[in-house]
């Protein structure tokens, strides 16, 4: 089982939908958790943190579910530009940080 | 200008060739790390550097070597590339910030190994 499991997509919707994806985490003892984003061809960028109590920024919201060991991110009003893949990240001590493979989203239209 | 930096953009090489990817920063960050991405296995760590003097294996470093030449320099080398190694490779620094550790990647490297 990979540490950190991602439904590889694509989700395809059209703009202005509301769009959620999940990610799982097998190390109980994961401290630190993120968003990137990959743009094709590009580099990941952080989109976001996750914390324990739910973030908003904007159109995306994170949360993070210790008992079930996932954490999710909720894209509300999508835009063309939020196609991109969206990769988990997630810390479990001061040298181990693992991406996941990333979502893949596109929005159209 | 760009944070983190890699040279080569793209390179083409041969089967048997030593190959070097090099990587700058102008962030101040101890951390630094290489990455490769394959489609579908998303990035894997190769080595990483927590300064100048420490070096540290990650999960895929055979057939790769590493070199943390300052602060802000960190190479990659491949001694004798071979098709599989074909990818495209990121450099990485890392900083605490908030809850846990922030990563800035540089642009990547696209590595086609003939």
């Known amino acids: 089982r990979k540490e950190v499991e991602q439904d590889p997509g694509p989700f395809n919707v059209p703009e202005g939908a509301t769009v959620a994806f999940n990610c799982t985490y097998s190390?109980?003892?994961?401290?630190?958790f993120f968003w990137y984003r990959q743009d094709c061809r590009k580099e990941p960028k952080l989109l976001m943190s996750?914390?324990?109590s739910g973030n908003e920024d904007g159109r995306f919201t994170a949360q993070l579910n210790r008992a079930s060991q996932y954490i999710s991110l909720l894209i509300r009003d999508s835009k063309l530009s939020d196609s991109a893949t969206y990769l988990c990240?997630?810390?479990?001590?001061?040298?181990?940080?693992?991406f996941g493979s990333g979502t893949r989203l596109s929005i159209r239209p | 200008d760009a944070d983190v930096t890699q040279t080569p953009r793209n390179r083409i090489t041969k089967t048997g060739k030593r190959i070097m990817l090099e990587c700058s920063q102008t962030k101040g960050h101890d951390r630094m790390y290489w990455y490769r991405q394959d489609p579908g296995l998303g990035l894997r760590l190769i080595y990483y550097s927590f300064d100048v003097k420490d070096i540290n294996k990650g999960e895929i470093s055979d057939g790769y070597s590493v070199s943390r030449q300052a602060q802000a320099k960190f190479s990659l080398s491949l001694e004798s590339a071979i098709p599989n190694q074909t990818a495209l490779y990121f450099c990485a620094t890392g900083a605490f910030e908030g809850r846990g550790e922030t990563q800035y990647f540089g642009p990547g490297t696209r590595l086609l190994v003939l």
């Open positions: 190390n109980s003892a994961s401290q630190s």
């Open positions: 990240v997630v810390g479990s001590s001061a040298s181990k940080i693992i």
């Open positions: 996750v914390y324990s």
